[in-house]
């Protein structure tokens, strides 16, 4: 029962971490971390990522256009592509050290050791791919958040609103977290109908080691 268990935690907090990282790399290439509508032109809407700006007409449709320089960009879009990209990297390298520590894996069954330890390190690696996706996601909209009520900026002006790629960046975040904590719960697990089968064992053979000696030793 307790294998069992654990082979189900393993499995769930798996699947929240692939689900967390597929999102993330969503999160990397979406161009709707920002959105700006025109009051003056309601038929016109604008779109930021990290990569490029959209912009979306009714006429026209949506036209894309790549930045042309890396340090070009604000500072909070350059750090938020290099944690993004580590971001992707660190969850698809967790996703693969916990696979290979799945107990349901026939791999390396008489090396449990060498599981519980790639899936401490695989859960290490997801949270640490959670946090560097949270980091850039939470920044970004607390620019947004400061510049939209910031008083020195005309009311005629448009503002910045939170696009959708943020909200798919925090999902992101929080499931790969959460999938590295199941995986550590999994590891916590003990066993316990092996350990108590584990002592039964033990009590016997020291029974049976008494009854031998009493036999070697008759009274008189």
Known sequence: M??????????????FSLLGWVLSCLTNYLPHWKNLN??????ENWTMGLW????????????CKDFDSFLALPAELRISRILMFLSNGLGFLGLLVSGFGLDCLRIGDRQQDLKKRLLILGGVLLWTSGVTALAPVSWVAYLTVEEFWDETIPEIVPRWEFGEALFIGW????SLLLGGCLLHCAVCSTPAPEASGHYAVAEMQDHCQQLEMKNTNPKI
Do not use: H
């Open 171 to 174: 999902s992101a975040g929080f």
């Open 38 to 43: 025109l009051d003056l032109n309601e038929m």
């Open 52 to 63: 490029k700006t959209c912009v979306i007409q009714e006429e026209v449709g949506r036209q």
């Open 2 to 15: 307790a294998l069992v268990f654990r082979i189900v935690l393993q499995s769930v907090g798996l699947l």
